[in-house]
């Protein structure tokens, strides 16, 4: 029986707009399994539920209808405060503004996410240094923000959301803010995470992006209207071929 870290099953969100009876359907009845060590993207023109989905599976929104099991736990109608301690010890966010805090210097911008667990002082410290060694940036500790390249701050951000060892990690246009070589770079590093085991879920508008990644599902107009296999995955078949 193959392990999904996340399921979702007839989600549906609808938001109904300020002063008016228009309600706007975001979400429909939405069915999707994501396995454990899967890369995946999700992709969809603008207004196809990209962002509704991303908000849901990261649980920083809740669905009006349906159910999402994460790692075989329902969380769509956990109340507030568990549902804060479930994004804080199961998931990793990665977003296009790097979102660093200016005043403090790489470990310490690291360390924030154990810092709100209540972590150890010298676990913390311990914790994040092995992030930025595992984004690469083990000689940069000291260093603030504004010392950083910007490719340098995304490995900072994509460290501290690994910093707890998240069962999904997310990344909404990871790369949205970099050049072209840079994001490579930062690209790769997903890639070597894959490779270690991680599960992936990334936003992205950019073909080459997804082309990366296992599996693409596009959206259209809150439903899944393709799910198929990406580049990587296409690869590998063909390389057993």
């Known amino acids: ?46 207004g196809s539920g990209k962002s509704t989905l991303m908000n849901i599976l990261g649980c920083l929104d809740r669905p009006t209808f349906g159910h999402y099991l994460l790692e075989g736990k329902d969380v769509a109608q956990m109340p507030d405060s568990d549902l804060s301690r479930v994004r804080r010890e199961k998931l990793g966010f990665v977003f296009q503004a790097f979102n660093l805090i200016p005043q403090l210097n790489v470990v310490q911008n690291i360390q924030v996410p154990l810092f709100y667990q209540g972590v150890h002082r010298r676990k913390r410290h311990v914790d994040a240094q092995e992030a930025a060694d595992r984004v690469g940036l083990s000689d940069r500790l000291h260093h603030r923000p504004s010392e950083l390249s910007g490719g340098q701050q995304q490995r900072v951000a994509i460290a501290r959301a690994l910093v707890n060892k998240p069962s999904l990690l997310f990344a909404d246009e990871p790369t949205g803010n ?50 198929e296999a990406g580049g990587s995955a296409k690869k590998v078949v063909a390389k057993a071929k």
């Not at 991680?198 to 809150?222: F, S």
């Open 178 to 227: 970099l050049d072209s070589k840079t994001g490579q770079s930062i690209l790769t590093l997903f890639d070597e995470l894959h490779a270690q085991g991680m599960t992936l879920i990334l936003v992205t508008h950019d073909e080459d992006v997804a082309e990366r990644c296992q599996r693409v599902i596009r959206l259209k107009d809150g439903y899944v209207d393709c799910d």
């Open 1 to 46: 029986m193959q392990d999904h870290v996340a399921q979702l099953k007839s989600i549906c969100k609808i938001y109904q707009r300020h002063k008016s009876e228009l309600a706007v359907h975001a979400l429909r009845e939405m069915d999707l399994q994501v396995p454990r060590g899967q890369y995946l993207a999700i992709m969809g023109p603008s």
